[in-house]
């Protein structure tokens, strides 16, 4: 019921299935009443029950978990599930993020960039072929490694430090922070066999990890919280160095 | 590649060939030039500002760098040694920060846009940066060639005249403005690229970062527009009768007007 203390909200959507021929992107305004501890979640579940079916945007877990819900909120990268109401002004407007491929609305496949990304930079453990053996025992690791690497691997691939990032924007081919993230996660590793040589095969390039200009955008929009800058520098570090040589 | 084949499901890892280093060599080559600039452009202006101390000051520092205190006799062509390798520098950074300029329309666009809808500091300001360096090409180039090859012609009335009555004043006033934004925001950008001084809280340490900067920049601006300001109100009132020479008091008249404490003693028996 209304008390009247609860603001209005004007939430502007982009509008846009490119399935659909002839369809032109567009804002499309909807009102509704904020509720306490609104989410935006709860904002466009409640837009698409009462007032269009049609608007199309991604949920699974609405606990910052997932990461399928992240959209450019008022021209800001974050995951509208982690995001409440009382945080932004009475209108504002959402938009799906750039770079990844729109599926429509506020929708986007960032799995398939992720995927890409993925494979461009072999981001899984790679162990020596002698090392393989299914039947032993897997070695201990050091909790405070174990933490460390936690750290990094907290990452959900949102995406949202690639719709943020002004070189990603501007080049295709960078890699984002979330590929050089990912680096960081595997150097620690102890299982994987990679050298920085290795690293530096597939980061060691002006679309790896020289592509970054340090706009830090990445660091400060990522929902997880995860160490961006330091990584980034580290990273940079690490490979200038073996560049160098 | 130093694991290569041993490595399994690193699909096509050794038949790759191996990755050029220039990138890494250029990504640190901009960095490492634009730290040197960056804090040549800090002496740089130090020594400028010697005019706001007296014209006797502004005249001794340009002397000892043409290595007056030194062989005592001045040699313009050492300053113009130091701007040819400012030069190189320079063309050099120029060079190697093109790479990360837009392109084409298209990038244009997308920064343009990218930056308004996000309205993130540090991504505004590379497009300051960007903006600025631009612009350097042009003014610090046209300031750089008068340099190299009129090296004697520094000093508090030589310098004066030309900022005046050469005219050159506009230019100068516009590149200090670039150069400090460029610059110190350069700084600033250095540190966090690299994790230079981030300490154990790097949110708080690139914070503190952000505020030094904007203290830098305001401070050398404000230097730079006083000592801009005292150069054109000399070449002002010279204006009618430009061209001359300084030279200090005790060096023209010396029983009368005695050198002052820093001149060095060496030199207080040869004056001239």
């Known amino acids: 019921m209304t008390n009247g203390e609860h603001r209005k909200l004007k939430i502007s959507c982009l509008r846009y299935n490119p399935q659909e021929p002839g369809a032109a992107p567009r804002m499309q305004t909807y009102e509704l009443e904020e509720a306490d501890g609104m989410t935006l979640f709860i904002a466009l579940n409640e837009i698409r029950e009462k007032q269009d079916a049609s608007l199309q945007f991604d949920f699974v877990c609405r606990a910052g978990i997932c990461g399928s819900c992240a959209m450019m909120i008022n021209g800001r990268p974050g995951l509208a599930c982690r995001t409440q109401t009382k945080d932004l002004p009475a209108s504002f407007t959402l938009a799906p993020l750039p770079v990844f491929e729109l599926i429509a609305d506020l929708s986007v496949n960032t799995g398939k960039w992720m995927r890409a990304m993925s494979e461009r930079l072999q981001t899984w453990v790679h162990m020596k072929s002698a090392e393989v053996d299914l039947k032993r025992i897997e070695e201990r690791m050091e909790p405070e490694l174990a933490e460390e690497i936690y750290l990094l691997d907290r990452c959900i691939e949102c995406g949202c430090c690639v719709a943020g990032c002004g070189s990603a924007r501007m080049r295709e081919d960078f890699i984002g922070a979330v590929g050089i993230n990912k680096i960081a996660r595997f150097r620690l590793d102890p299982r994987d066999a990679r050298t920085d040589g290795d690293y530096y095969e597939v980061i060691g390039d002006d679309s790896g990890v020289f592509g970054c200009m340090s706009l830090l955008a990445c660091h400060d929009v990522c929902p997880k919280d995860l160490p961006l800058q330091t990584q980034l520098a580290f990273i940079r570090r690490k490979m200038a160095a073996l560049g160098w040589k | ?272």
């Not at chain 2, 490595?7 to 890494?24: E, F, H, Q």
Request: one cysteine or more; charged letters at 15%; a positive charge.
């Open chain 2, 1 to 272: 590649m130093q694991t290569g084949a041993e490595v399994i499901a690193g699909v096509g890892l050794a038949d790759r060939p191996r990755k050029s280093r220039w990138p890494a060599r250029m990504d640190l080559t901009q960095s490492l030039s634009g730290l040197v600039l960056a804090l040549f452009m800090w002496g740089h202006m130090f020594f400028v500002s010697s005019i706001l101390v007296s014209k006797d000051f502004m005249w001794a520092i340009t002397k000892m760098f043409e290595g007056y205190f030194f062989f005592g006799r001045a040699f313009p062509g050492i300053v113009s040694m130091v701007v040819f390798g400012v030069l190189v520098i320079f063309v050099l950074h120029a060079f190697l920060a093109m790479r990360k300029f837009p392109a084409n329309y298209r990038q244009y666009r997308m920064f343009i846009g990218h930056k308004n809808l996000l309205k993130h500091g540090d991504t505004t300001l590379w497009w300051v940066q960007f903006v600025t360096g631009f612009a350097l090409f042009f003014l610090a180039t046209v300031h750089l060639y008068q340099m190299l090859m009129h090296p004697g012609d520094i000093g508090p009335f030589e310098s004066a005249d030309r900022v005046w009555t050469g005219r050159w004043w506009p230019l100068y006033l516009v590149a200090l403005f670039c150069v400090e934004l460029h610059g110190g925001i350069g700084l600033y950008r250095l540190a966090v690229k690299w994790g230079w001084l981030e300490g154990k809280d790097a949110d708080a340490s690139r914070k503190r970062l952000k505020a030094a900067k904007w203290v830098v920049t305001a401070f050398f601006l404000v230097l730079g527009v006083t000592t801009l300001a005292a150069y054109m109100k000399i070449g002002y009132d010279r204006r009618d009768d430009p061209g001359g020479r300084y030279t200090p008091a005790w060096l023209v008249n010396p029983p009368q007007a005695p050198p002052p404490w820093w001149w060095p003693s060496w030199m207080r028996e040869t004056p001239k």
